[in-house]
């Protein structure tokens, strides 16, 4: 990877994280779901409008009116309207499973007075005995309990239990399963939590939703501290947001540390998407996990750097805790846990933000507890009803500056360098102008230095020339790093296109130096270089296209040959060998003998073509083996074998003929 692009990809990075940072301050989250509550009620209108309402629309009505119900929202103006529209309407046996649930569901949620149907009766009663799926498990449980169709103890609850360790539904014990089945787990936990409801004495019940919820969060925290980089974001959303925003509904499990440490980096993922989500569903899990996290702090510690100068001084974090909708979050005698392997190794003290402000801050030492650069992972640990909140391990990024103090250089005609460089390069020196040509090797010897005073291997360092005009002109040459004498060395080849490009012009030499524990990238003009070639390039000729995407490669795939049923294949090839042996034994029992021939000349043709159309069978059945399909083999031995039995005919009756001859006259 070249150093320079790098750098500058870190560079850009952080400004683009910054800025994104900036308009969220400035606009607000809350901008956007307010944006999306009005999109929820213009969605809700529009289906409510039409006269000719049916269940298909129901599904979506349902998800929508979940939305509203959930968002910040005065008043319910569309429960007298959703009540009058499905009464309207019946569900029966044709109706599909999940329509009529969602129906249910709907009226439900709007508490209208709606009566569940006797097919639906029956098909709940049906699932008191063993359910073998999770889907109609949950409408089972859910339909049951909330229409009073099953009481209590009727609920098949302890069911729940057997799908937690099922392949494909929400199995987290095994390592064998890598992806969750987020769509059965939402229908798990909001079945569990109905149950419990029903059952608050059952413990049994309790530890189970607490094991998927441990199980989720495990699966959710290295997904999402890099959410951005999710492709169906608005797919993730849409389950994620249920999953989370369901299990946050209890108590306990929003007191499990798995699941606070999990919390807000969901929570700035959703946040990243909110303003895409435009289906009823998305729109549905956003203000469900909106809902349940509207109270919790979400923290934001930034992307920046904290350059380190030194053991034994002191730096300050700054970081940003908000509400979901971007508000300020109070934080109640916080702390800074800086972990290392899981483990915490410091904490620190959280200074609360001012009244006109929300940027809270922490400090600590480099020295002996953080004494090294790199990734650290930071937890707020803070005060919320009396008891212990956690938020979401966040990772900070402890750098340093790298300086080069001095750069040696010279221009030679060899490729091996000498001893002695007897040019010197300083930052704080006029920089120099020297020639060169397509014979001139540049050697180039440099050490580095960091503010931190902690000597380091970076994983980048290097020399460009670079053209005034041309970018393209030349390449980064990387540098060669000596652990014994602790120096980077390099050889600029002006002859090697690799390097360089035949574009004479004024060259800025400059050293790029950039590694994941510097804060920013060293690039340093340490010499100039006026490089004239015998045959220079003529006119700018951008490599650019290079890069160019390039035609799509269209290759077109022969349609598969048909093959026989693989039982004809075998009947067949039975029927050849079988044949082939009956046939050398008929050979034998007739006394086929080349010597027993006739003298005349008609007799040996015609048994002389009898013998050349068997060995052309045999060679059609030999090229049967090896290249051709049977459809060609029984074409070729349809001819060879109808000729092959006239001329064995012929051959055969001129032979008995002829010894029938020989034999009348030897009586004779």
């Known amino acids: 990877i070249n150093a320079e692009y790098m750098g500058i990809y870190i560079s850009m990075r952080a400004i683009f994280l910054v800025c994104v940072l900036a308009v969220v301050a400035s606009v607000g989250f809350a901008n956007v779901f307010i944006q999306q509550g009005t999109n929820v009620e213009n969605q809700l209108e529009k289906i409510l409008k039409n006269a000719a309402l049916n269940l298909d629309d129901i599904r979506d009505l349902y998800s929508l009116y979940e939305a509203y119900r959930y968002s910040q929202h005065v008043g319910d103006k569309f429960q007298a309207k959703i009540c009058n529209s499905i009464q309207k309407l019946s569900v029966g046996s044709s109706t599909e499973r999940e329509t009529a649930y969602a129906f249910y569901s709907l009226a439900h949620s709007a508490g209208c007075n709606v009566q569940i149907d006797k097919d639906t009766q029956e098909y709940i009663r049906s699932g008191k005995e063993k359910v073998d799926n999770i889907e109609k498990l949950t409408r089972v449980i859910n339909l049951g309990l909330r229409y009073k169709v099953l009481s209590a103890t009727e609920a098949p609850c302890d069911q729940l239990g057997d799908f937690i360790e099922k392949d494909g539904t929400t199995r987290y014990q095994r390592k064998k399963q890598e992806r969750i089945n987020y769509e059965n787990t939402i229908l798990l936990v909001e079945s569990l939590q109905l149950c419990i409801e029903a059952r608050p004495n059952s413990k049994d019940l309790s530890s189970k939703l607490k094991e998927v919820a441990n199980g989720v969060a495990s699966n959710l925290s290295p997904v999402f501290y890099n959410a951005l980089a999710v492709t169906d974001g608005e797919s993730h959303a849409r389950t994620t947001g249920l999953l989370v925003g369901q299990l946050l509904r209890s108590k306990e499990v929003l007191e499990l540390e798995s699941v606070q440490t999990s919390i807000s980096a969901v929570a700035r993922f959703i946040r990243s998407v909110a303003g895409s989500l435009t289906e009823a569903d998305q729109l549905r899990a956003l203000f469900v996990f909106a809902k349940s996290i509207e109270q919790l702090p979400i923290i934001n510690l930034g992307d920046a750097p904290v350059l380190i100068k030194g053991k034994g001084q002191s730096y300050t974090v700054p970081f940003r805790a908000e509400t979901i909708y971007g508000q300020k979050a109070n934080l109640d005698k916080a702390r800074a846990q800086f972990l290392v392997n899981g483990k915490s190794v410091l904490e620190r003290d959280v200074q609360a933000a001012s009244s006109g402000d929300n940027t809270h801050k922490f400090d600590f030492e480099y020295g002996s507890k953080i004494n090294a650069l790199g990734l650290y992972e930071v937890r707020i640990i803070y005060r919320k009803d009396n008891a212990n909140g956690i938020t979401s391990d966040h990772l900070l990024r402890l750098a340093t500056k790298a300086v080069a103090p001095t750069v040696h250089y010279e221009v030679t005609n060899s490729k091996a360098a000498p001893s002695r460089l007897t040019h010197e390069a300083k930052q704080d020196k006029t920089v120099e102008t020297g020639s060169a040509n397509q014979n001139s090797f540049i050697h180039?010897?440099?050490?580095?230095?960091?503010?931190?005073?902690?000597?380091?291997?970076?994983?980048?360092?290097?020399?460009?020339?670079?053209?005034?005009?041309?970018?393209?002109?030349?390449?980064?040459?990387?540098?060669?790093?000596?652990?014994?004498?602790?120096?980077?060395?390099?050889?600029?080849?002006?002859?090697?296109?690799?390097?360089?490009?035949?574009?004479?012009?004024?060259?800025?030499?400059?050293?790029?130096?950039?590694?994941?524990?510097?804060?920013?990238?060293?690039?340093?003009?340490?010499?100039?270089?006026?490089?004239?070639?015998?045959?220079?390039?003529?006119?700018?000729?951008?490599?650019?296209?290079?890069?160019?995407?390039?035609?799509?490669?269209?290759?077109?795939?022969?349609?598969?040959?048909?093959?026989?049923?693989?039982?004809?294949?075998l009947a067949i090839n039975g029927g050849i060998v079988v044949s082939l042996l009956g046939f050398i034994v008929l050979l034998q029992r007739l006394g086929v003998n080349t010597n027993r021939l006739p003298e005349d000349f008609g007799t040996k043709l015609w048994c002389g073509l009898f013998v050349l159309m068997i060995l052309v069978n045999l060679i059609v059945l030999v090229l049967f083996w090896v290249k051709i399909n049977i459809f060609q083999t029984i074409y070729a031995l349809a001819v060879t074998m109808f000729v092959a039995k006239i001329v064995g005919n012929k051959g055969l009756s001129q032979l008995v003929r002829s010894e029938r001859e020989a034999q009348k006259k030897k009586t004779e």
């Open 444 to 569: 180039v010897e440099f050490s580095l230095q960091f503010d931190n005073n902690q000597p380091f291997q970076v994983s980048q360092a290097g020399v460009k020339l670079v053209h005034p005009k041309l970018s393209y002109a030349s390449n980064w040459v990387p540098a060669h790093f000596d652990k014994e004498n602790f120096k980077y060395t390099a050889t600029v080849d002006l002859g090697n296109p690799d390097h360089i490009l035949a574009y004479n012009g004024l060259y800025e030499a400059k050293l790029i130096v950039g590694d994941e524990n510097l804060g920013e990238v060293l690039s340093w003009t340490f010499a100039r270089f006026n490089v004239t070639f015998r045959r220079p390039a003529q006119g700018e000729t951008p490599r650019d296209t290079d890069y160019k995407t390039l035609p799509e490669i269209a290759h077109s795939y022969p349609p598969p040959r048909k093959s026989p049923f693989y039982i004809l294949v």
